[in-house]
């Protein structure tokens, strides 16, 4: 029988602190397994460090974490070749210091039960007890001539120490476990447990003769050792079965706080919910959360990839770890190494650039809007998609310092910046930006302007029109923001054509044209304007438009937004029929050549009156899409028509 070497009570002043323990320490008892792997962890690294310092003769033997299932017995132990403990050091860091701060937490835990804790390193030992009735170690210091020791406690204040049988330098740590938490001596949940919380640990964690972790932590490798393929492979080891991402970048940094990670943008699909985060948190290697969505910006919630970091505060409530002063200066650094690394790829690959815009454009407005900082890392970055074809030939140039070639008509790719918009287009209309917002919907709209070379942009990202359209006229105050169906600007019409007199009425073709349409519609909330637009082909160009003033327009989009209801079509509106087209100039003829019966409409009236309805109908077919009751109608006015011009025929 061993010889007991003391009998005592753990000194603590908390009542019934095991039970607290079992039931608040942490919302899932399987956290219990990560601690003790921790535990082993820093045995081992405190050992190296010991013989690093001379202490210890001989080599030391290779780095090993074991753990044993015995399910019959129920239970579970976890053993490693590390540093081990003298009975004093059992005393003072079982005894005292794991459970001291066991009754300090949990008083903290009493006073405000909205703090749960993340994670907490250094006083994981007595999680043991939310899956154990009795917890034994078995330790032999590495200091020579020390004596193996064995310490039990069944769950309440009392503990004993006796004699070990250990004879080499380790620790065992062994769980008897509870009834209801026999799970954790199944060998599958086991090495699912080492896969989640411990695969990167820089110890081989063995059970029998598998290795149960299998993976380089990557992040704590030097990025100039490691290679494209290297980061990829990483990427698909996280996220299987995903496309490869659009970039990465690594981080590393001990000051002013401890950080490694590597951050990657994905490929966005439709499905992918971009408001949950899919970030891992790890420290020290071990795994943490897969939830960071308080140490990420909102604006880049899309990343994904792992951060270690030993200055996170784990244990506190996550409203407290938004505050926190550390947590919010790894969140600028993170923008900022994002953002250096899109300036990277902008200056040195502008292709690549622009693949990865189109994914992450709308994210970095975003971020232009919530963070000053990087919205000055950025401002020279955005692009937008444009109409704009240079037909300037390529010619290569030098860029100052180096001697590297660039293709000068880079514009040539279908985006442009904001600068280099206003600077093209300053003879032409200077401060003023043509913007499409729908390129379905404002396609006749859009070929308008490029007809008589005018540049049209593209902003169409849900973000654009209620947010940074206003948040660029903030920044560029002397500009004006035109969508290209708010007015037709006085370069696209032909004001002398609109005037030539018709001998016969004595009034001008865009007086005869609004005429016809006033009367036709019979609606004063539709304003009815005659233009002569400029065109090489005016069959080309629509027939008329429907234009809604700008202003009025925001308003409107702004109070649906507040409101969180559908635009409605705003029942005042401008129409602008296009005397240049074919179309409009037959209507007139035909209208001219009808011959009125008695006090009624003639057929001829009948039959311009719906042409100019089918007109009105097209041009506003094009601005909002028509619900069942319109398009009935739409539908049956089209066939009425229809059916009057082969009558005719």
Known sequence: ???????????????????????????????????????????????????????????????????????EKKTLSVSDNGIGMTTEEIKKYINQVAFSSAEEFVQKYQKDPEQQIIGHFGLGFYSSFMVAKQVEIETLSHRAGSTPIHWSCDGSPAFELTEGSRTTPGTTVTLTLMDEEAEYVEAARIKQLVKTYCDFMPVPIMMGEERLNQERALWKESPQNLTDEDYLEFYRYLHPFQEEPLLWVHLKTDYPFVLDGILYFPAIKPDMDINKGQMKLFCNQVFVSDSCDEIIPDFLRPLRGVLDSTDIPLNVSRSALTSDRTVRRIADYISKKIG???????????????????????????????????????????????????????????????????????????????????????????????????AGSQAPYVELYKSQGMEVLYMDSFIDTNYFIPFLEREYNDVKFSRVDSELDQTLLNKEESEIVDPKTNKTRSELVQELFKNALNDDKITIRAESIKSDNPQGTPPAMVILPEELRRIQEMTALMQQKGIEFPNMHTLVVNTAHPMVQNLVNIAQGGIIEGSGESPTTVLVNQLCQHIYDLALISQKPFDAENMKAFVERSNALLTKVTEKL
């Open 1 to 71: 029988m061993a010889t007991v070497l003391e009998q005592g009570n753990i000194t603590i002043h908390t009542e019934n602190i095991f039970p607290i323990i079992k039931k608040s320490l942490y919302t899932d008892h399987e956290i219990f397994l990560r601690e003790l792997i921790s535990n082993s962890v820093d045995a081992i690294a405190k050992l190296k460090m010991v013989s690093y310092a001379g202490e210890i003769d001989g080599e030391l033997p290779a780095p090993h974490i074991e753990i044993t299932l015995d399910q």
């Open 340 to 438: 250096d690394r899109l300036k990277q790829i902008y200056q040195e690959d502008r292709a690549k650039f622009i693949k990865c815009w189109e994914d992450v454009g709308t994210f970095i407005k975003f971020g232009s809007l919530k963070d000053d900082k990087f919205k000055e890392q950025m401002k020279d970055l955005i692009i937008y998609k444009t109409t704009h074809q240079d037909d300037t030939p390529k010619v290569e140039v030098q860029t100052e310092g180096d001697d590297a070639w660039q293709d000068a008509a880079a514009s040539n790719d279908g985006y442009t910046t904001l600068a280099d918009y206003l600077d093209r287009n300053k003879e032409k209309h200077e401060n003023r930006i043509f913007y499409c917002t729908d």
